[in-house]
């Protein structure tokens, strides 16, 4: 079997097994998010932190709930690594220097869970269990939480209630979460992944050296990484790492985990609304975009020139020869399509079109599928766009699930739709302009920008992944990035629950004949060009610049 038929043949299966839960699960997260019963441990919750899961709230004290459980969460994950040196567990590593605990706190509240370490070699197993592995639940919980209110928005009418943010907290840990984390990492354990609290062993003795490895809870926290879209490694070679990816069974199962919860939360959103096509709609766009992408990777990974190419069957250079060029060109780009930045093989070798690729999927607002929940609303806020621009051509008031599109709905989604290209353009400028900075690239030309260019689209999109050869460690680039990664969640969040609570208080519009109908093909192709046209030319002039004036000098 060609390296081609197999990369295709593990593309099919990947759609059938998506194709196999997206009906049951998508059911299920419906169910609980419309659900009045709280279980007994969920009360336990609410009782502890004092909230009552019965009081609907408002768009604003949403919000609150949000950026205060967060804030939270920063400052307790910052105070955890500080204080690593001291703790049981610490496997000997020192307490992280400020900059690199702030880095990561904002990382893993923000659901980028970018790395400027090696885990291994600076995490103990209390930070990594009782810190990242917690954030990884919560986090995404979040995310899901918030794409459930804005679906509540276009659901409900002359009401501004969205929900009650710390019941979709819980439920949305304890009900899909974990089980869903409990059955995967028992399929990696079956797999060969380690799941353990060992402390650090010698392995090898050789004339340069001694090489150790430490164990950890390797498995759990790798299932919640990719079922999160979190994407943090418990070492540094991230799912390369044999102990975290064992076999290509494993990497396939990774993909899966990283795509189910985004694609299957549209026939959730079809659920919550009355209408199971518009959620096929959504999913239609989304799953075009996806197969587009990994067709295009593969090309470009299979397609190079020259005798190296030739023998290797294709760019082989920084992949697993355990998964080949199909199972690592389907691993990143869901990694990058989604906001879970985890990666099997390393980006930053890819060929100049196969790194463009990948920084794309993330520039697009990582929506195809997307980021657990956040991939969901960034979809919605690009259809509100969609159908805005429908109505301008015929000359019609846009609408969009029985709601007006007014102008106070179109500020607020060309708010969200400008804040990541913002932060993304206006960091990396400063970073080139500055001295400093590009003293961390190891690469210069094109390549050296597309490591900083990178570097910031994955925080400010809250991906995560890198492209390896730019040197993160530094003050500059852990403060800068933090600050990217958290304006990147939160500014968005926050037009988006706006808008939630706008769409909620009108009243339906009857559906007439000048409707446009946005459960047809015709509208999902208007969103398809509608994202590749208003967010992915934002970024062309620095795209030519990175990656497509490599790939055109090859």
Same mark, same amino acid.
């Given at each position: 079997?060609?390296?081609?038929?197999?990369?295709?043949?593990?593309?099919?299966?990947?759609?059938?097994?998506?194709?196999?839960?997206?009906?049951?699960?998508?059911?299920?997260?419906?169910?609980?998010?419309?659900?009045?019963?709280?279980?007994?441990?969920?009360?336990?919750?609410?009782?502890?932190?004092?909230?009552?899961?019965?009081?609907?709230?408002?768009?604003?004290?949403?919000?609150?709930?949000?950026?205060?459980?967060?804030?939270?969460?920063?400052?307790?994950?910052?105070?955890?690594?500080?204080?690593?040196?001291?703790?049981?567990?610490?496997?000997?590593?020192?307490?992280?220097?400020?900059? !690199?605990?702030?880095?990561?706190?904002? @990382?893993?509240?923000?659901? #980028?869970?970018?790395?400027?370490?090696?885990?291994?070699?600076?995490?103990?197993?209390?930070? !990594?269990?009782?810190?990242?592995?917690?954030?990884?639940?919560?986090?995404?919980?979040?995310?899901?939480?918030?794409?459930?209110?804005?679906?509540?928005?276009?659901?409900? @009418?002359?009401?501004?209630?969205?929900?009650?943010?710390?019941?979709?907290?819980?439920?949305?840990?304890?009900?899909?979460?974990?089980?869903?984390?409990?059955?995967?990492?028992?399929?990696?354990?079956?797999?060969?992944?380690?799941?353990?609290?060992?402390?650090?062993?010698? +392995?090898?003795?050789?004339?340069?050296?001694?090489?150790?490895?430490?164990? /950890?809870?390797?498995?759990?926290?790798?299932?919640?990484?990719?079922? /999160?879209?979190?994407?943090?490694?418990?070492?540094?070679?991230?799912?390369?790492?044999?102990?975290?990816?064992? #076999?290509?069974?494993?990497?396939?199962?990774?993909?899966?985990?990283?795509?189910?919860?985004?694609?299957?939360?549209?026939?959730?959103?079809?659920?919550?609304?009355?209408?199971?096509? !518009?959620?096929?709609?959504?999913?239609?766009?989304?799953?075009?975009?996806?197969?587009?992408?990994?067709?295009?990777?593969?090309?470009?990974?299979?397609?190079?020139?020259?005798?190296?190419?030739?023998?290797?069957?294709?760019?082989?250079?920084?992949?697993?020869?355990?998964?080949?060029?199909?199972?690592?060109?389907?691993?990143?780009?869901?990694?990058?399509? &989604?906001? #879970?930045?985890?990666?099997?093989?390393?980006? @930053?070798?890819?060929?100049?079109?196969?790194?463009?690729?990948?920084?794309?999927?993330?520039?697009?607002?990582?929506?195809?599928?997307?980021?657990?929940?956040?991939?969901?609303?960034?979809?919605?806020?690009?259809?509100?766009?969609?159908?805005?621009?429908?109505?301008?051509?015929?000359?019609?008031?846009?609408?969009?699930?029985?709601?007006?599109?007014?102008?106070?709905?179109?500020?607020?989604?060309?708010?969200?739709?400008? +804040?990541?290209?913002?932060?993304?353009?206006?960091?990396?400028?400063?970073?080139?302009?500055?001295?400093?900075?590009?003293?961390?690239?190891?690469?210069?030309?094109?390549?050296?920008?597309?490591?900083?260019?990178?570097?910031?689209?994955?925080?400010?999109?809250?991906?995560? @992944?890198?492209?390896?050869?730019?040197?993160?460690? &530094?003050?500059?680039?852990?403060?800068?990035?933090?600050?990217?990664?958290?304006?990147?969640?939160?500014?968005?969040?926050?037009?988006?629950?706006?808008?939630?609570?706008?769409?909620?208080?009108?009243?339906?519009?009857?559906? #007439?004949?000048?409707?446009?109908?946005?459960?047809?093909?015709?509208?999902?192709?208007?969103?398809?060009?509608?994202?590749?046209? +208003?967010?992915?030319?934002?970024?062309?002039?620095?795209?030519?610049?990175?990656?497509?004036?490599?790939?055109?000098?090859?």
């Amino acid at each position: 079997m060609s390296p081609q038929t197999a990369g295709v043949l593990q593309l099919l299966a990947l759609i059938a097994a998506l194709a196999l839960v997206y009906r049951p699960l998508g059911d299920h997260m419906a169910r609980v998010y419309s659900s009045e019963r709280h279980y007994r441990p969920e009360k336990w919750v609410y009782r502890a932190i004092g909230a009552d899961p019965g009081t609907e709230m408002r768009w604003p004290a949403y919000l609150r709930g949000v950026l205060a459980f967060s804030a939270a969460g920063v400052l307790f994950l910052y105070g955890l690594q500080r204080l690593q040196g001291v703790l049981p567990g610490s496997l000997g590593f020192s307490s992280i220097d400020p900059d !690199q605990a702030f880095n990561t706190a904002a @990382s893993f509240v923000a659901n #980028t869970n970018w790395q400027s370490y090696a885990g291994e070699q600076a995490m103990g197993h209390v930070v !990594q269990t009782g810190g990242l592995a917690v954030q990884n639940f919560v986090s995404a919980a979040v995310g899901m939480a918030v794409a459930v209110a804005l679906v509540r928005g276009f659901a409900r @009418s002359h009401t501004g209630e969205l929900g009650n943010f710390w019941a979709d907290l819980v439920r949305g840990v304890f009900r899909i979460l974990l089980p869903l984390s409990v059955i995967g990492a028992i399929v990696l354990v079956a797999c060969g992944a380690i799941q353990n609290f060992s402390g650090i062993h010698e +392995v090898g003795r050789f004339a340069g050296g001694t090489q150790q490895w430490n164990g /950890g809870a390797v498995a759990s926290q790798e299932v919640i990484k990719e079922l /999160g879209t979190n994407g943090g490694g418990y070492f540094n070679a991230n799912s390369a790492h044999p102990f975290e990816n064992p #076999t290509p069974f494993s990497n396939l199962f990774e993909i899966f985990l990283v795509l189910v919860i985004p694609f299957a939360l549209t026939r959730t959103f079809g659920r919550m609304v009355g209408s199971i096509r !518009q959620g096929h709609a959504i999913l239609a766009t989304m799953a075009v975009i996806w197969i587009g992408f990994t067709a295009l990777m593969m090309w470009t990974e299979f397609a190079g020139n020259g005798p190296a190419f030739e023998i290797a069957g294709g760019a082989m250079e920084g992949k697993e020869t355990r998964f080949g060029i199909g199972g690592s060109s389907l691993f990143a780009v869901a990694t990058t399509l &989604t906001s #879970t930045g985890a990666v099997n093989s390393f980006h @930053s070798s890819y060929t100049g079109f196969g790194g463009g690729i990948a920084m794309l999927g993330m520039q697009l607002g990582e929506i195809a599928p997307g980021g657990v929940g956040s991939g969901l609303y960034g979809m919605l806020i690009m259809a509100v766009i969609a159908v805005f621009i429908a109505g301008l051509m015929v000359g019609r008031t846009p609408e969009y699930l029985g709601k007006k599109i007014g102008t106070r709905e179109i500020k607020f989604a060309a708010c969200y739709i400008l +804040v990541t290209p913002a932060l993304v353009l206006c960091f990396t400028a400063a970073a080139m302009a500055l001295p400093t900075p590009a003293n961390s690239m190891t690469n210069t030309g094109a390549h050296g920008f597309s490591e900083i260019l990178y570097a910031y689209t994955s925080g400010a999109n809250n991906n995560g @992944s890198a492209f390896a050869g730019l040197n993160a460690d &530094t003050p500059w680039f852990n403060t800068t990035i933090g600050t990217a990664m958290l304006l990147g969640r939160f500014l968005p969040m926050v037009f988006v629950l706006a808008l939630a609570g706008s769409l909620a208080e009108q009243r339906p519009v009857p559906e #007439t004949a000048g409707t446009l109908r946005t459960d047809k093909p015709l509208y999902a192709g208007l969103l398809v060009g509608t994202i590749l046209i +208003v967010t992915g030319l934002t970024y062309f002039p620095a795209l030519a610049l990175g990656p497509l004036a490599e790939g055109l000098a090859s």
